[in-house]
C-alpha cells in the first residue's frame, strides 16, 4: 500500500491507468448516449422524462460514491499521514460537488414536468441540496488557511465528521418529508423497467471512468505542481544561504 | 495519570532527552532535516540559527505540539509514543504569553498550578510570585501589566508546578536587567535540581556553560526532499 | 477529573467577568425573533403556527454567534498551546469548554426563550415542549459547534466559513426540535421527538470531543 505513497511510483500506476479509464469512459458514453436519449423507449409514465433519469441517476451515484472515496481518504490520511491519500480526497471533492450539483439540476428539471414545479422539499432532493453544503463545505475549508497542510487536516476531519453526519441528516430530512408531504410524489416513482437497465449501466458505467480518468488527472498535475514549488522553495533556501545572515 | 510529582524543591523523575534523524516539514518547505541532540539531566540546550531556521520550530517539535516529518525523540532512551503523558513532563513558554486579562496574576497562576497540580494546593503559588518579583502585582488584573510583566508572569507558570524539561522560546524578550537575572537564577535552580532546559535565544546570558546547537547547519539545501520517502 | 473542573471554573470565571459577551448573544436572539413579525406580518395565528421553527433558528444562529468564543481567544494569546501540552487528555479539558459554553450560552438562550414565545403567541401547550427540546438540543448545538470552531481556527474568514461547516450539521436538531412543539400544538405527545434529541446529545457527546481535540491539535500544529 505504502509504494502509492511514492509520487515516482504513483505516476508510473497512473499512467498506465490513465489511458484505459478515458478510453473506456468514451466507449461507454458513445455506446450509452445514443441507446439512453434515442433508442430506448419511453416510460409509459413519466414519458420521454425518463431519459433525465440516466444522467440523474449516475450522477447521484457519483455524489455519493464519491463522498465516500473522501471520506476513506481523509481518514487513511489523518491515520496514516498518507500523502496520496490526501490528494485523492482533494482531488475527488471539486467532482463530487459538481456531480452534486448536476445531481440536483437533474432532479429539478425531472420535477418540473412531473411535480409542476421545479422545487419540491422532496426527502431525497433535500439530503442531496444538503450534501452540497457539505461538499462547499470541504472545499471552502481546505482553502481557508495560509498553510495549505493545515488546511489539509481540517478538511479531512471535516469530512469524517460529516461522513458520521449524513446518516443522521438523511435520516432526519425523510422522517420530516413524510411529516409535512406524505401525499407527493417520490423520486421513487423512477422505478426502473427492465429494457432501461441496459442504457443505465452503460451510463453509470461511462461516469464512473470518466471520473476516475480525471482524478488521475488532476493527482498527475496536483503533483507536478508540487515538485514545481517545491523546486522554487529550495531555489530560494539556496539563494538565502548564500547569503550571510544578519 | 502518569505525571512527575513532587513537592517545590524535590528532585523530579529526572531522565535524558533526546532526538535522532529529526526533520520538519513547514508549508510544504523542509525546515531542518537529519539534526539530532542529546540532553542529560541538568543539562542545558542553546538553539541558535538565522530567522526561519527552525528554532520555534524544533521547540514545539520537542513539546510534541507538532510532529516530525522524520526521525524520533526519547525519554530516558525511550521512545515517546506518549503525547500526553510527553506533556505533563515539560513546561513550554512560547512566544505568546497565555496570560488572561481579565483574571488577576494570582488567579492566572492558581489556573496553571491547579490544572498541572490538582487542585487545593493554594499555597504553592507564593514562590512563584517571588521569584519574577511579581507578588505586588498578585491583586492586579492582568490586563493592566505592561508587555515585560505578562511575560514575567507567563515565566513565573514555570516555578507553580515543578517538571524536569523547560522549552523556552525567547524567554529573554522583552526583559528588564533585573528579571533577567531573576531569569538566569531559576535556570540555574533548575539545572541544579536536575532539570534539563532547551533555550531558543540570541543573546543567552541567562544560561552558563550550556551546549550550543547552530540550527542552520541542518537546513536542506537541495530539491530533492519533496516525496515522503 | 481535576483538569475538567479547573478548565470548566476557569471558563465560567472568564464568562462572568465579561458578561457581555453572553448578554450580546442573547439580545441578538431577541432581536433576530422580533425581526419575523415584520417580515410576515402580526397575524396571531400565522406568528402561532410559526412561532417554534422561528424560535429555533434564531436560537442556532445566536449560538453559531456564540462559537468563535470557545477556542478563538484561547488560540490568540497562546492559552490552546498550554491547553494542548495541560498533561490531560484533551477531550476532558475540549467537554469542559463545551459545558462551559453551554452554561453561558445555551442556558441563558433557553431561560428568555418562553419569553420571546409569548410575543410570538405560542400557544400555551408549546412552552414545556419548547423549553424541554432547548434543554436537550442546545448541549448537541455546543458539542457539534466546538468542532466547527476548531476546524476553523486561524482561517482567514473563520466567521463565515463555520455557518458554512456548521449549518447543514445543525438540521436534524433543527427539524426533532421544531416538531417537538409542533406535536405538542397537535395534541400528540412529543416524547418521541424529545428521545431524538437525547439521542443526538449522546451521539454528539461520544464523537464530537474526539473531533474537536483531533482539530484543536493540528490547529497548534
Given at each position: 500500500?505504502?509504494?502509492?505513497?511514492?509520487?515516482?511510483?504513483?505516476?508510473?500506476?497512473?499512467?498506465?491507468?490513465?489511458?484505459?479509464?478515458?478510453?473506456?469512459?468514451?466507449?461507454?458514453?458513445?455506446?450509452?448516449?445514443?441507446?439512453?436519449?434515442?433508442?430506448?423507449p419511453?416510460?409509459?409514465?413519466?414519458?420521454e422524462?425518463?431519459?433525465?433519469?440516466?444522467?440523474?441517476?449516475?450522477?447521484?451515484?457519483?455524489?455519493?460514491?464519491?463522498?465516500?472515496?473522501?471520506?476513506?481518504n481523509?481518514?487513511?490520511?489523518?491515520?496514516?499521514?498518507?500523502?496520496?491519500?490526501?490528494?485523492?480526497?482533494?482531488?475527488?471533492?471539486?467532482?463530487?460537488?459538481?456531480?452534486?450539483?448536476?445531481?440536483?439540476?437533474?432532479?429539478?428539471?425531472?420535477?418540473?414536468?412531473?411535480?409542476?414545479?421545479?422545487?419540491?422539499?422532496?426527502?431525497?432532493?433535500?439530503?442531496?441540496?444538503?450534501?452540497?453544503?457539505l461538499?462547499?463545505?470541504?472545499?471552502?475549508?481546505?482553502?481557508?488557511?495560509?498553510?495549505?497542510?493545515?488546511?489539509?487536516?481540517?478538511?479531512a476531519?471535516?469530512?469524517?465528521?460529516?461522513?458520521?453526519?449524513?446518516?443522521?441528516?438523511?435520516?432526519?430530512?425523510?422522517?420530516?418529508?413524510?411529516?409535512?408531504?406524505?401525499?407527493?410524489?417520490?423520486m421513487?416513482?423512477?422505478?426502473?423497467?427492465?429494457?432501461?437497465?441496459l442504457?443505465?449501466?452503460?451510463?453509470?458505467?461511462?461516469?464512473?471512468?470518466?471520473?476516475?480518468?480525471?482524478?488521475?488527472?488532476?493527482?498527475?498535475?496536483?503533483?507536478?505542481?508540487?515538485?514545481?514549488?517545491?523546486?522554487?522553495?529550495?531555489?530560494?533556501?539556496?539563494?538565502?544561504?548564500?547569503?550571510?545572515?544578519? | 495519570?502518569?505525571?512527575?510529582?513532587?513537592?517545590?524543591?524535590?528532585s523530579?523523575?529526572?531522565?535524558?532527552?533526546?532526538?535522532?534523524?529529526?526533520?520538519?516539514?513547514?508549508g510544504?518547505?523542509?525546515?531542518?532535516?537529519?539534526?539530532?541532540?542529546?540532553?542529560?539531566?541538568?543539562?542545558?540546550?542553546?538553539?541558535?540559527?538565522?530567522?526561519?531556521?527552525?528554532?520555534t520550530?524544533?521547540?514545539?517539535?520537542?513539546?510534541?505540539?507538532?510532529?516530525?516529518?522524520?526521525?524520533?525523540?526519547?525519554?530516558?532512551?525511550?521512545?515517546?509514543?506518549?503525547?500526553?503523558?510527553?506533556a505533563?513532563?515539560?513546561?513550554?513558554?512560547?512566544?505568546?504569553d497565555a496570560?488572561?486579562?481579565?483574571?488577576?496574576?494570582?488567579e492566572?497562576?492558581?489556573?496553571?498550578?491547579?490544572?498541572?497540580?490538582?487542585?487545593?494546593?493554594?499555597?504553592?503559588?507564593?514562590?512563584?510570585l517571588?521569584?519574577?518579583?511579581?507578588?505586588?502585582?498578585?491583586?492586579?488584573?492582568?490586563?493592566?501589566?505592561?508587555?515585560?510583566?505578562?511575560?514575567?508572569?507567563?515565566?513565573?507558570?514555570?516555578?507553580?508546578?515543578?517538571?524536569?524539561?523547560?522549552?523556552?522560546?525567547?524567554?529573554?524578550?522583552?526583559?528588564?536587567?533585573?528579571?533577567?537575572?531573576?531569569?538566569?537564577?531559576?535556570?540555574?535552580?533548575?539545572?541544579?535540581?536536575?532539570?534539563?532546559?532547551?533555550?531558543?535565544?540570541?543573546?543567552?546570558?541567562?544560561?552558563?556553560?550550556?551546549?550550543?546547537?547552530?540550527?542552520?547547519?541542518?537546513?536542506?539545501?537541495?530539491?530533492?526532499?519533496?516525496?515522503?520517502? | 477529573?481535576?483538569?475538567?473542573?479547573?478548565?470548566?471554573?476557569?471558563?465560567?470565571?472568564?464568562?462572568?467577568?465579561?458578561?457581555?459577551?453572553?448578554?450580546?448573544?442573547?439580545?441578538?436572539?431577541?432581536?433576530?425573533?422580533?425581526?419575523?413579525?415584520?417580515?410576515?406580518?402580526?397575524?396571531?395565528?400565522?406568528?402561532?403556527?410559526i412561532?417554534g421553527?422561528?424560535?429555533?433558528?434564531?436560537?442556532?444562529?445566536?449560538?453559531l454567534?456564540s462559537?468563535?468564543?470557545?477556542?478563538?481567544?484561547?488560540?490568540?494569546?497562546?492559552?490552546?498551546?498550554?491547553?494542548?501540552?495541560?498533561?490531560?487528555?484533551?477531550?476532558?479539558?475540549?467537554?469542559?469548554?463545551?459545558?462551559?459554553?453551554?452554561?453561558?450560552?445555551?442556558?441563558?438562550?433557553?431561560?428568555?426563550?418562553?419569553?420571546?414565545?409569548?410575543?410570538?403567541?405560542?400557544?400555551?401547550?408549546?412552552?414545556?415542549?419548547?423549553?424541554?427540546?432547548?434543554?436537550?438540543?442546545?448541549?448537541?448545538?455546543?458539542?457539534?459547534?466546538?468542532?466547527?470552531?476548531?476546524?476553523?481556527?486561524?482561517?482567514?474568514?473563520?466567521?463565515?466559513?463555520?455557518?458554512?461547516?456548521?449549518?447543514?450539521?445543525?438540521?436534524p436538531?433543527l427539524?426533532?426540535?421544531?416538531?417537538?412543539?409542533?406535536?405538542?400544538?397537535?395534541?400528540?405527545?412529543?416524547?418521541?421527538?424529545?428521545?431524538?434529541?437525547?439521542?443526538f446529545?449522546?451521539?454528539?457527546?461520544?464523537?464530537?470531543?474526539?473531533?474537536?481535540?483531533?482539530?484543536?491539535?493540528?490547529?497548534?500544529?
Open positions: 500500500m505504502h509504494r502509492f505513497a511514492n509520487p515516482t511510483q504513483f505516476m508510473r500506476i497512473a499512467d498506465a491507468v490513465y489511458p484505459w479509464a478515458a478510453g473506456l469512459s468514451l466507449i461507454l458514453f458513445l455506446a450509452g448516449l445514443p441507446i439512453a436519449l434515442v433508442t430506448s419511453p416510460d409509459y409514465q413519466q414519458g422524462t425518463v431519459r433525465i433519469m440516466y444522467v440523474h441517476v449516475s450522477s447521484a451515484w457519483l455524489m455519493m460514491m464519491v463522498y465516500g472515496i473522501v471520506a476513506a481523509s481518514a487513511a490520511f489523518l491515520v496514516w499521514r498518507h500523502p496520496m491519500a490526501n490528494l485523492v480526497a482533494k482531488a475527488s471533492a471539486p467532482m463530487g460537488a459538481v456531480f452534486t450539483a448536476l445531481a440536483l439540476i437533474t432532479g429539478m428539471l425531472w420535477g418540473q414536468p412531473m411535480w409542476g414545479t421545479f422545487w419540491v422539499w422532496d426527502g431525497r432532493l433535500t439530503s442531496t441540496l444538503i450534501l452540497f453544503f461538499y462547499l463545505g470541504y472545499l471552502a475549508l481546505g482553502d481557508a488557511f495560509e498553510d495549505s497542510e493545515r488546511g489539509d487536516k481540517a478538511a476531519i471535516l469530512a469524517l465528521v460529516g461522513s458520521v453526519n449524513l446518516p443522521i441528516i438523511h435520516f432526519s430530512v425523510e422522517w420530516w418529508n413524510t411529516l409535512h408531504q406524505p401525499s407527493i410524489i417520490k421513487d416513482g423512477m422505478t426502473v423497467d427492465k429494457s432501461l437497465l442504457p443505465l449501466f452503460l451510463m453509470m458505467g461511462a461516469f464512473t471512468s470518466y471520473y476516475v480518468a480525471v482524478l488521475v488527472l488532476r493527482l498527475r498535475s496536483e503533483l507536478l505542481a508540487a515538485k514545481i514549488r517545491n523546486a522554487r522553495m529550495s531555489q530560494v533556501a539556496v539563494n538565502q544561504a548564500a547569503q550571510p545572515a544578519e | 495519570m502518569v505525571r512527575p510529582m513532587g513537592g517545590n524543591g524535590d523530579f523523575q529526572i531522565g535524558g532527552f533526546s532526538g535522532t534523524g529529526l526533520a520538519c516539514r513547514r510544504g518547505r523542509l525546515v531542518f532535516t537529519g539534526l539530532a541532540f542529546n540532553l542529560p539531566p541538568g543539562g542545558a540546550l542553546v538553539l541558535r540559527g538565522a530567522n526561519g531556521s527552525g528554532k520550530t524544533l521547540l514545539r517539535l520537542m513539546a510534541g505540539l507538532s510532529g516530525a516529518a522524520a526521525g524520533q525523540l526519547a525519554w530516558d532512551k525511550i521512545p515517546i509514543d506518549d503525547p500526553d503523558a510527553h505533563a513532563r515539560l513546561r513550554f513558554i512560547g512566544h505568546l496570560v488572561k486579562p481579565a483574571l488577576t496574576v494570582a492566572n497562576l492558581e489556573f496553571w498550578m491547579s490544572l498541572w497540580r490538582g487542585a487545593g494546593l493554594n499555597a504553592g503559588i507564593s514562590q512563584a517571588d521569584a519574577f518579583d511579581m507578588r505586588p502585582l498578585a491583586g492586579f488584573p492582568a490586563r493592566l501589566l505592561s508587555a515585560g510583566q505578562r511575560h514575567r508572569l507567563a515565566l513565573a507558570r514555570l516555578m507553580v508546578a515543578p517538571a524536569p524539561l523547560w522549552l523556552l522560546d525567547e524567554p529573554g524578550n522583552a526583559l528588564d536587567e533585573s528579571s533577567l537575572a531573576a531569569l538566569a537564577r531559576t535556570i540555574a535552580a533548575h539545572r541544579a535540581s536536575g532539570g534539563a532546559v532547551v533555550v531558543a535565544s540570541h543573546g543567552a546570558a541567562f544560561v552558563e556553560d550550556g551546549a550550543t546547537l547552530n540550527l542552520g547547519a541542518f537546513t536542506p539545501t537541495d530539491a530533492s526532499h519533496w516525496s515522503e520517502e | 477529573m481535576s483538569a475538567f473542573s479547573t478548565v470548566l471554573a476557569r471558563d465560567l470565571r472568564l464568562a462572568l467577568r465579561q458578561s457581555a459577551d453572553s448578554l450580546t448573544v442573547v439580545a441578538f436572539f431577541a432581536i433576530a425573533t422580533v425581526l419575523f413579525p415584520f417580515g410576515v406580518g402580526p397575524e396571531t395565528n400565522v406568528l402561532a403556527r412561532a421553527g422561528v424560535l429555533w433558528v434564531t436560537a442556532l444562529l445566536a449560538a454567534l462559537l468563535d468564543r470557545i477556542f478563538a481567544v484561547d488560540f490568540e494569546d497562546g492559552t490552546l498551546d498550554q491547553l494542548v501540552l495541560a498533561g490531560a487528555p484533551l477531550p476532558v479539558v475540549v467537554v469542559a469548554k463545551v459545558c462551559a459554553h453551554w452554561l453561558t450560552t445555551g442556558v441563558p438562550l433557553i431561560l428568555v426563550s418562553p419569553l420571546l414565545a409569548v410575543t410570538l403567541h405560542l400557544p400555551a401547550a408549546g412552552y414545556g415542549p419548547l423549553v424541554l427540546a432547548l434543554l436537550l438540543g442546545t448541549p448537541t448545538v455546543s458539542l457539534v459547534g466546538a468542532v466547527g470552531a476548531a476546524l476553523v481556527l486561524g482561517t482567514r474568514r473563520g466567521g463565515v466559513l463555520l455557518s458554512l461547516l456548521v449549518l447543514p450539521l445543525y438540521i436538531i427539524i426533532f426540535g421544531t416538531a417537538a412543539v409542533e406535536a405538542a400544538l397537535t395534541g400528540l405527545p412529543s416524547t418521541p421527538m424529545l428521545s431524538v434529541l437525547a439521542g446529545m449522546v451521539l454528539a457527546l461520544t464523537f464530537s470531543p474526539w473531533a474537536t481535540a483531533a482539530a484543536l491539535r493540528q490547529a497548534v500544529e
